[in-house]
């Protein structure tokens, strides 16, 4: 029975499980400070990757502007730490809801009026766009010029004020990931789970069938908009500087959905594997041509490029499902 507990996974794939994650929480016992900030990367995208998930992997909503909700969050975090000395976790309470609430109103727009797929797709973009020229403009959090959050040198972690160390962030970023992944089961094993896949397999079927769809597509897209605000907000104060053509740009977005692509839209698993896959590799792809003198420009976005194309002209269905065949373990979720 225990070994059921997981999607289906036999007993050895809750083992296996259990020994990456003793493997993730003693990593920094032993890594050096590059390779820390290289799994920072990786867990950040793993937790993006999840939020991103529950729109496209579940409800079947194809969002190419997820850098909004991310910049949303960082900027409002920032700005109230800045300027009124406002603590991160309390201005999460403000950047939430920011998130959420712009989620909502690109739904409203797409769903009320039935708009769908690539159009909902380039609607996602067009709104990301907006904000980044919006906040370019926006006096208040420095514009162009840039937010920067004040530093200071800590001898000790501080995780109420996100001041402290880079293996502070791993770990909170760690348990971010590893909660994403429990509430994203609880959320696909629940009657509004199968609603999601109901509606991304058919809509007008789920419709038929009397499924509010509006109502099930908003929500996904608020959820989802809310999650990723929780990273824009780590994203602030572990760099402690943001620009809106950074923070916003579109390749921002397609940087975040790539990992779940790649490890396998739908599925628990995949966007954790897909984000130690595909930034574990481009950043000693960069690491390396860096020791060599090489510079090449746009190396990480080629490589990330040929990683795609290779994927879906092999395993179309991600590389977690195959994976997961191999192991002998079974994801009834794809």
């Not at 579940?58 to 969002?63: D, H, P, R, T």
Request: aromatic share 14%; hydrophobic share 55%; with cysteine.
């Amino acid at each position: 029975m225990i070994g059921r507990l997981i999607d289906g996974v036999p007993a050895r794939g809750l083992i296996l499980l259990g020994l990456l994650m003793v493997a993730a929480l003693v990593a920094p016992l032993f890594a050096s400070d590059y390779i820390l900030t290289v799994l920072i990367l990786i867990f950040y995208f793993a937790y993006i990757g999840q939020a991103w998930n529950i729109m496209m992997g579940f409800a079947g909503q194809l969002s190419l502007g997820h850098a909004l909700y991310v910049g949303l969050g960082a900027y409002t975090a920032a700005s109230l730490y800045v300027h009124f000395g406002i603590g991160p976790w309390l201005g999460l309470l403000v950047a939430v809801p920011i998130a959420v609430a712009a989620g909502a109103f690109i739904g409203f727009l797409a769903f009320r009026f039935r708009v769908g797929g690539v159009y909902f797709a380039i609607l996602t973009i067009a709104v990301a766009e907006f904000a980044r020229v919006g906040f370019d403009h926006l006096s208040w959090t420095a514009g162009s010029s840039g937010l920067f959050l004040p530093v200071k040198q800590y001898a000790t972690n501080d995780l109420w004020s996100l001041r402290g160390r880079p293996v502070m962030f791993y770990y909170l970023l760690l348990a971010a990931t590893a909660l994403a992944f429990v509430g994203c089961r609880a959320l696909l094993k629940s009657r509004m789970g199968y609603f999601w896949l109901a509606i991304r397999e058919d809509e007008e079927a789920a419709r038929s069938a009397g499924i509010d769809t509006f109502r099930y597509k908003m929500i996904a897209v608020m959820i989802s908009a809310g999650m990723t605000s929780f990273a824009g907000v780590v994203y602030a104060f572990y760099y402690n500087n943001l620009f809106p053509e950074q923070v916003f740009h579109i390749s921002r977005s397609i940087e975040m959905i790539l990992a779940p692509i790649v490890g396998g839209i739908g599925t628990l698993f995949g966007p954790v594997l897909g984000a130690f896959l595909l930034t574990g590799m481009a950043e000693t792809l960069t690491g390396t041509l860096a020791a060599l003198g090489v510079d090449i420009p746009g190396a990480k976005q080629v490589f990330y490029g040929i990683c795609l194309l290779a994927v879906i002209v092999a395993l179309p269905d991600g590389v977690w499902p195959w994976v997961a065949r191999r192991l002998g373990l079974t994801e009834r979720n794809k």
